[in-house]
């Protein structure tokens, strides 16, 4: 949450997608002081971060984005979601239409010890991130760090900014994403903007 927080700009426009409980959004609005909305397609999530005050709604971020109008916000925030989506470039894209700015973050499906669980153990990982047995699942994508920044540049976005988490939680800002980066970080978040 903080590291996300730390590439927002205060008193900016936020727009948080698959917000969850709005804990993150809650912290950008009292200590970033932003003017901050939400879209969150659980019921749960919408009434936990409505209680907090927070402007939510339920929404589904792949139906719901093209009702928003283009520059509407500073930054559009997809934190732990991109894994979720069916249509991955069509979202991306929406970020990058409605916001200046587009804060992404996935776990890293390149990270050595997912690798591990398949190679070694020819089982789906589980893990903190990746809490899931595999037939319960949301996640339908399996992106690497590497994938992220090779769409990344086919789609013409800019990564301003690469911050790589590895399991302990210590992370590090990057300009580039190299293999060790990729074996390492568990996982993973990116400042995109559009290129001019």
Known sequence: MQRVADMINPGSRVLDIGCGDGALLDYL???????GRGIELSQEGVNRSVSLGLAVVQGDAEADLKNYPSDAFDYVILSQTLQSIYEV???????????????????????????????????????????????DSPNIRFCTMTDFVTLAEDMEFTIDRVVSINHSGRATSRKSVGRWTNWFAEESIYLLSRKN
């Open 29 to 35: 609005v009292h200590y970033k002081q932003v003017d």
């Open 89 to 135: 470039r069509i979202t991306l894209n929406e970020l990058l239409r409605i916001g200046h700015h587009a804060i992404v973050s996935f776990p890293n499906f390149g990270y050595w010890r997912v690798l591990y669980d398949l190679l070694v153990k020819g089982r789906s990982p589980i893990s903190e991130k990746l809490p899931y047995v595999w037939c």
